[in-house]
């Protein structure tokens, strides 16, 4: 994404032009945070009784709300 905006660009977001700003996520950097995020949400389901399927935790993993269709496993 930084080459073809001619900017630099890493993890935080940067000011493209006003009202434009992008970042480019490092996944290694950013994978620590999603796993302490997934691990809260899964105490808060299992405290809450709520049971939860395979199905159920891809549908969460990709934050893809209601199924309208397959999911790419």
Same mark, same amino acid.
């Given at each position: 994404?930084?080459? $073809? /905006?001619?900017? &630099?660009?890493?993890?935080? =977001?940067? #000011?493209? @032009?006003?009202?434009?700003?992008?970042? #480019?996520?490092? $996944? #290694?950097? *950013? /994978? =620590?945070?999603?796993?302490?995020?997934?691990?809260?949400? +899964? %105490?808060?389901? &299992? %405290? +809450? @009784?709520? $049971?939860?399927?395979?199905?159920?935790?891809? %549908?969460?993993?990709? /934050?893809?709300?209601? *199924?309208?269709?397959?999911? +790419? *496993?």
């Amino acid at each position: 994404m930084s080459d $073809p /905006l001619d900017v &630099e660009l890493g993890n935080d =977001p940067t #000011e493209i @032009r006003e009202g434009l700003s992008a970042a #480019e996520v490092d $996944p #290694e950097t *950013r /994978l =620590p945070v999603y796993e302490r995020t997934f691990a809260a949400l +899964a %105490e808060e389901f &299992e %405290e +809450a @009784r709520l $049971p939860l399927d395979a199905d159920d935790v891809v %549908e969460v993993l990709t /934050l893809t709300g209601p *199924r309208t269709g397959a999911i +790419a *496993r």
